[in-house]
């Protein structure tokens, strides 16, 4: 019933003209106060409506009350009802005792709890507090220095990364060809995969342990690190040994490919020799022969021997067609890549380029992400430090005091 009678009054006040939406706190509303020609000459919202207590007051008039009023006083015209204030009376008064709520110590305390900024902070303390003062004023001196340092640790992540990427493709293609079973061949090379990971992995965690002081765990993670270079940089020595030789058979393959082409190219130039060189082209010949089959004279001789000589044509065509290629084969200038390729490839070092690859795929991924965890990993490993510090200085100072 009191929701009804609610809504009844905001909706009449909202068409007797009063903008009940224009703040979104319902306490405290603002509109233009009609109760008074003064209010509406001045036309301030001086008119406060508060819609959860459901009560009205203008400070021009001095009107107040609740909105039941406010709306009779708007739909008659009549002024609302204001507050009565009573003047203020002198009259006779007694001063009431005074009484203790608590009882009076006679003795005064011996022990006096000093509170946070009373207490005296130890030597220790104040260097903590002068250390962050400094931090704080030289908090924002070195962000290009930060920022340089950590898109140049970036760098050296993604090459790292990129290298124990090529180092693991690597050691799966020399692991895996050592194992004729599919299934087999796809552990092993996996096993080669996981040695690139453990390198990088197992040289990071040793600075990290190392830069933290705990040796014992850095010394084990250098153990598992050098394991899996170890057997990264084997992985990738027989992946090279394996290309070189495969380009030393390619080169073996090339010359003998070589001795065949100019072989079957005197071949080809002795059946060429063989054909009559007055032997018209296949054109001229195609287009005789189209005319004689146009005129019905197919049963006579030089029909015959036109197709004849067309045969030969186009066996003069191709053999020109094979001695032209082989040509281009044996200058380096055809579309084959037989001999070509296998003249250009270059032998790698096998065990300097897998120590390399090693050194770029370990040293530079634990490099970069050791940066970045002294940059955004050390100053939350300090303020912990500085808190277990603080706390052990504190039950110090407690136990002596």
Known sequence: MADDRRQFDLQRLRELGLDLDSSQDEA??????????????????????????????CSNCGASGSFRELVRALETGEPASSPVVRDIVDTDYSVAPIRATRAVVKTEPRVVHLGEGQRVRSQGELRREAKAARKTARQGRHTGEKIIITLLALVFLGAGLAAAGLSGFANYQAFSSSVADPLQSGVWGWTGVIAAVISFGGFTFFYWH???????????????????????????????????RAAEAELVQAGSNRDVLEMQITDWRRQLEGIPPETRSVEGLEA?????????RTHQKPYRDAQNELGLARRRDDLQARIDAA???????????ILVQAQ??????GWFFALMLELFSSQGTSIGLVA????????????????????????????WI
């Open 28 to 57: 405290e509303v603002k509109s233009t106060c009609r109760l008074t020609q003064d209010c509406i000459e001045a036309g301030d919202n001086s008119l406060t409506l508060n819609q959860v207590s459901e009560q009205f007051s």
């Open 210 to 244: 190392s830069a933290n002081g705990r040796m014992k765990e850095g010394i084990r993670a250098l153990l598992f690190a050098l394991a899996g270079g170890g057997t990264s940089i084997v992985g990738t020595q027989m992946y090279i040994a394996a290309n070189n």
């Open 288 to 296: 005789y022969l189209a005319e004689v089959e146009r005129v019905g």
């Open 327 to 337: 040509n281009a084969e044996l200058l380096g200038t055809g579309s084959g890549d």
């Open 344 to 349: 250009t490839r270059t032998s790698i070092p």
């Open 372 to 399: 970045l965890l002294i940059l955004y990993g050390r100053n939350h490993v300090n303020a912990a430090a500085d808190s277990v510090n603080s706390l052990s200085q504190q039950k110090f100072e407690r136990f």
